[in-house]
């Protein structure tokens, strides 16, 4: 083995025992695949239940210091999301900007009464919590969590195959709740990175094998490597950190309006006060010079990261920054940027693949219809 | 049956040698989901890049293994990328070369010599 950071179950070799395809990924030895294959494995989740090792995902605990009002203040300073009026036990979307206004990294957050939980990505997870500990030291102890596993189980079954060990069925999308199970607590959240119902959970690295192994005995749960976990995300619609969003596009240009409250918006109870307010809040207003939006490409090649694309005449308009084949939609598809003046659904365009320009179409996302438990 | 280091097999069919990827190769690959295959009656090149193979994860190239002319193209692949995962030695063969000599298969590896190449 190398001398790679190992999650959890990694470290158990569980993954090697269930045959996973091992891989670098952000310092991480990590599954790609298992014998399933990526294009099953896809399916399975859309179908049954899908089982996912996350647990290269950073997890922080933010407690006051003080009242839990100034933490959310404070936090709500580092984003342009309403922190404050985040109802205990749900849980909520957000991204730390820059001073211009560029994204540092997506997170997830939860009210969970008297803390905040945050899970941020394995890449930026040490920045991140430099980042927290620079600005909030002062109201919260930032807390990196290191001795659990996070799982994530998506899929139809999710909520059966989690029923078997806590009672889940009361819960809806973007609720966050810690409920105690015969293998200790769990943290458990109805969300996912797939666009399917299903739940992340937090579970102690000492009961983690045994929860897993208990999933994966049930019918229909099937381990899921980061090959489909990416095909998955990208049918969603979901970005990538690093590859669809990064420090210099903004939460505007990447279609990330919903994240932001009216609260923190011009006009609103709490506007602006976040890193990059002047560009983002001028972006809400008048609109972006470019935006991020879904790609059909016409044909069966796939247009993959770093695709040019074009608008009919040759004026270039972006690029792809994810790309790849849908197993669900049964086609190529693909996220990318282009000028706020071809980015409406319908705008025929053309990807360079290999030194040709193939006809592609704007598309709206999600490719895949999500079906979340709202 | 002979094996090229690009994981190619080569296979004689009268005067004309085919070729498709090894089942190690396409093993490798994973789920295969485009394929791009030459026009008919190009002539090619040793290490010409003549087709595209796109699984889930990547994009590779498939070169020309010896000079000659492409006679003959598996168009079934096109519309059944899959196909390569189900059958690469057999069905779902790329495409076919006419050469001068075929003594030029002489110079690529033998069952067992590929065997030793990808044990």
């Given at each position: 083995?190398?001398?790679?950071?190992?999650?959890?179950?990694?470290r158990?070799?569980?993954?090697?025992?269930?045959?996973?395809?091992?891989?670098?990924?952000?310092?991480?030895?990590?599954?790609?695949?298992?014998?399933m294959?990526?294009?099953?494995?896809?399916?399975h989740?859309r179908?049954?239940?899908?089982?996912?090792?996350?647990s290269?995902?950073?997890?922080?605990?933010?407690r006051?210091?003080?009242?839990?009002?100034?933490?959310?203040?404070a936090?709500?300073?580092?984003?342009p999301?309403?922190?404050?009026?985040?109802?205990?036990?749900?849980?909520?979307?957000?991204?730390?900007?820059?001073?211009?206004?560029?994204?540092?990294?997506?997170?997830?957050?939860?009210?969970?009464?008297?803390?905040?939980?945050?899970?941020?990505?394995?890449?930026c997870?040490?920045?991140?919590?430099?980042h927290?500990q620079?600005?909030?030291?002062?109201v919260a102890?930032?807390?990196?969590?290191?001795?659990?596993?996070?799982?994530a189980?998506?899929?139809p079954?999710?909520?059966?195959?989690?029923?078997?060990?806590?009672?889940?069925?009361?819960m809806?999308?973007?609720?966050?709740?810690?409920?105690?199970?015969?293998?200790?607590?769990?943290?458990?959240?109805?969300?996912?990175?797939?666009?399917?119902?299903g739940?992340?959970?937090?579970?102690?690295?000492?009961?983690?094998?045994?929860?897993?192994?208990?999933?994966?005995a049930?019918?229909?749960?099937?381990?899921?490597?980061?090959?489909?976990?990416?095909?998955?995300?990208?049918?969603?619609?979901?970005?990538?950190y690093?590859?669809?969003?990064?420090?210099?596009?903004?939460?505007?240009?990447?279609?990330?309006?919903?994240?932001?409250?009216?609260?923190?918006?011009?006009?609103?109870?709490?506007?602006?006060?976040f890193?990059?307010?002047?560009r983002?809040?001028?972006?809400?207003a008048?609109?972006?010079?470019?935006?991020?939006?879904?790609?059909?490409?016409?044909?069966?090649?796939?247009?993959?990261?770093?695709?040019?694309?074009?608008?009919?005449?040759?004026?270039?308009?972006g690029e792809?920054?994810?790309?790849g084949?849908g197993?669900?939609?049964?086609?190529?598809?693909?996220?990318?940027?282009?000028?706020?003046?071809?980015?409406?659904?319908?705008?025929?365009?053309?990807?360079?693949?290999?030194?040709?320009?193939?006809?592609?179409?704007?598309?709206?996302?999600?490719?895949?219809?999500?079906?979340y438990?709202? | 049956?002979?094996?090229?280091?690009?994981?190619?097999?080569?296979?004689v069919?009268?005067?004309?040698?085919?070729?498709?990827i090894?089942?190690?190769a396409?093993?490798?690959?994973?789920?295969?989901?485009?394929?791009?295959?030459?026009?008919?009656?190009?002539m090619?090149?040793?290490?010409?890049?003549?087709?595209?193979?796109?699984?889930?994860?990547?994009?590779?190239?498939?070169?020309?293994?010896v000079?000659?002319?492409?006679?003959?193209v598996?168009?079934?692949?096109?519309?059944?990328?899959?196909?390569?995962?189900?059958?690469?030695?057999?069905?779902?063969?790329?495409?076919?070369?006419?050469?001068?000599d075929l003594?030029?298969?002489?110079?690529f590896?033998?069952e067992?010599?590929?065997?030793?190449?990808?044990g």
């Amino acid at each position: 083995m190398t001398d790679l950071d190992q999650t959890g179950l990694s470290r158990l070799g569980l993954h090697v025992e269930l045959g996973g395809k091992m891989v670098p990924f952000a310092g991480y030895e990590m599954p790609v695949q298992y014998p399933m294959g990526v294009l099953r494995e896809h399916l399975h989740c859309r179908s049954q239940t899908g089982l996912f090792d996350v647990s290269h995902m950073g997890q922080v605990i933010l407690r006051p210091r003080g009242s839990m009002e100034a933490l959310c203040l404070a936090f709500e300073a580092l984003m342009p999301v309403d922190v404050l009026r985040l109802a205990a036990g749900r849980q909520r979307y957000g991204m730390f900007t820059n001073e211009t206004g560029g994204i540092l990294d997506d997170l997830m957050f939860a009210n969970r009464g008297d803390h905040l939980f945050v899970v941020v990505n394995a890449g930026c997870k040490a920045a991140d919590i430099a980042h927290m500990q620079a600005h909030l030291s002062a109201v919260a102890e930032v807390i990196p969590v290191t001795d659990r596993a996070l799982i994530a189980v998506q899929g139809p079954g999710a909520e059966a195959a989690l029923s078997t060990l806590v009672p889940v069925q009361g819960m809806r999308f973007m609720d966050s709740a810690i409920l105690p199970s015969g293998m200790g607590d769990l943290w458990v959240s109805r969300s996912g990175y797939t666009g399917e119902d299903g739940f992340e959970v937090s579970v102690e690295n000492r009961h983690a094998e045994a929860f897993v192994r208990h999933l994966l005995a049930l019918p229909g749960v099937a381990p899921i490597g980061l090959g489909a976990r990416d095909s998955l995300r990208l049918e969603a619609g979901l970005c990538l950190y690093g590859h669809d969003i990064d420090t210099t596009t903004s939460p505007v240009e990447a279609g990330l309006t919903w994240a932001i409250q009216k609260s923190r918006r011009t006009g609103g109870a709490r506007q602006g006060g976040f890193p990059g307010a002047a560009r983002i809040l001028r972006e809400l207003a008048e609109g972006p010079e470019r935006l991020r939006v879904g790609l059909r490409p016409e044909g069966r090649a796939p247009m993959r990261e770093g695709t040019l694309l074009f608008d009919p005449d040759g004026t270039p308009l972006g690029e792809v920054t994810s790309g790849g084949f849908g197993p669900s939609v049964e086609a190529p598809i693909a996220m990318g940027y282009v000028a706020a003046s071809h980015a409406a659904p319908g705008t025929a365009l053309l990807g360079e693949v290999r030194g040709k320009r193939l006809p592609a179409a704007v598309v709206p996302l999600p490719f895949q219809p999500t079906t979340y438990k709202r | 049956m002979k094996y090229t280091a690009e994981h190619e097999w080569l296979r004689v069919e009268g005067d004309l040698i085919v070729v498709g990827i090894t089942e190690h190769a396409a093993t490798a690959l994973g789920d295969v989901v485009f394929i791009e295959l030459p026009e008919v009656e190009t002539m090619v090149t040793s290490g010409d890049e003549v087709a595209v193979i796109e699984s889930v994860k990547a994009a590779s190239d498939i070169l020309a293994p010896v000079d000659g002319e492409i006679v003959a193209v598996n168009d079934k692949l096109v519309d059944h990328p899959g196909l390569v995962n189900e059958d690469p030695m057999g069905a779902a063969w790329f495409f076919k070369i006419r050469v001068d000599d075929l003594a030029v298969l002489d110079e690529f590896m033998d069952e067992d010599e590929y065997n030793e190449l990808i044990g």
